[in-house]
Each structure stands twice: as structure tokens, then as C-alpha cells.
């Protein structure tokens, strides 16, 4: 089974004062490279990213990652919210994929290893994994390529695929003990770990 990530960096970080894709860490490392990185690392070969806001200056820092092999879609609806980036993304994710693995550029502490755990829970394109932290739900999310298109067609704002998971049979994959799993929205601390 191919899995690949999808990074979705639109937003334009209106709390952290500006876009999260623009973010660096207390570590030094743009978010951006560690959440493309984590995803390489995590299982998937090819990383599909979507931008938005600041999409031209994310885009530059986008071509001096390390790993240097991402695909990058620019969502010009990204005002929208979550919804309109993800659709963004699914349209374009490499169309061999069998399933993507969604995660957000804010999510710091968040490692390859919990990518590992909820790709290792899939077998084929019919599967939705999602992490949870101590029983919360929250990213990274599996979708297997069954799914995409009535993802695509439900995502709306903010919500993402919330409205769509609760729709249907999702396995939940326990992450707590690698990662909090906790969004950073403001600029009092960007590095979770």
C-alpha cells in the first residue's frame, strides 16, 4: 500500500501573528522542514504541502528543506478555513496514493513515530485511522483514497473532515505516550517538546 502525507500550511496564523508555515521553532527549525521531515520519516516517501497565506514566502522556505521533496499546492480559497485546504490537497495528491496521511504544520511535538503507528494500522484505500491523545481525537488522520472524494465533497470552514469521520468507521490509534498531540496558536512558545 502507498501512503503518502499531506501537510496542509494555509492558514494565515491570525493569533500567532503570522502564517504557522512561516513559523521557527525554539529549536531553530522551521516548522515546516520538521512537519515535512516528520512525515518523511514517519513512512511517506512523497509529501504533498498546501499553501495559502504568505504562499509565495512559504513557498521559498518550502524549496530550502532539508528533505527537499515535496509537492506544492497553493489553496486560493485558503480564507476559507481547514476545508478548503484540504480539498485543495486531496485534488493535488498523487493520484497512485493509495491512502494520504493529513497532518498540520502546528502540531511540533508531534513525531514520525506517531505517523508510523497510524499507518501501520491500515491495510488498503477503504481505511480512516486517526490519532488520539489519551483518548482525544486529533492528527494525524489516514485517508484511505476511497474516501477522498466524499471528504472533498463535506469539508466546509474550519472543521476539516470532523462532520465526515464521525460519519463513518474510523480506527483510533492511541499516540498519547509519544506525543501531546496540542496545536500551538500563539507565540508564547512554538516548540511543544
Known amino acids: 500500500m502507498r501512503v503518502d502525507g499531506l501537510l496542509l500550511a494555509a492558514g494565515s496564523g491570525s493569533r500567532m501573528g503570522k502564517p504557522k508555515a512561516l513559523v521557527v521553532g525554539d529549536d531553530g527549525v522551521p516548522w515546516l522542514h520538521s512537519t515535512l521531515q516528520t512525515l518523511h520519516d514517519g513512512g511517506c516517501e512523497r509529501v504533498t504541502v498546501v499553501l495559502g497565506a504568505a504562499a509565495k514566502e512559504s513557498g521559498w522556505l518550502l524549496t ?114 509519544l506525543a501531546t498531540g496540542r496545536d500551538v496558536d500563539t507565540p508564547a512558545r512554538t516548540d511543544a517538546g
Not at 478555513?81 to 490537497?89: E, I, N, T
Not at 493520484?95 to 508510523?116: M, W
Not at 483518548?135 to 466524499?150: F, Y
Request: aromatic share 4%; net charge negative; charged share 20%.
Open 64 to 177: 530550502q528543506a532539508p528533505s527537499g521533496r515535496a509537492r506544492l499546492v497553493v489553496a486560493d480559497d485558503w480564507a476559507e478555513g481547514m476545508g478548503a485546504s484540504l480539498r485543495a490537497g486531496l485534488a493535488g495528491t498523487y493520484p497512485d496514493a493509495d491512502a494520504v496521511v493529513v497532518t498540520l504544520v502546528d502540531l511540533p511535538d508531534v513525531t514520525a513515530e506517531v505517523v508510523r503507528r497510524v499507518v501501520a494500522a491500515a491495510t488498503g484505500p477503504a481505511d480512516l485511522v486517526r490519532a488520539t491523545y489519551a483518548g482525544r481525537p486529533g492528527h494525524p488522520v489516514l485517508l484511505g483514497k476511497d474516501h477522498w472524494t466524499g471528504v472533498q465533497g463535506t469539508v466546509a470552514g474550519d472543521t476539516g473532515a470532523r462532520d465526515y469521520l464521525a460519519a463513518h468507521d474510523v480506527t483510533l490509534v492511541e499516540c498519547g505516550d
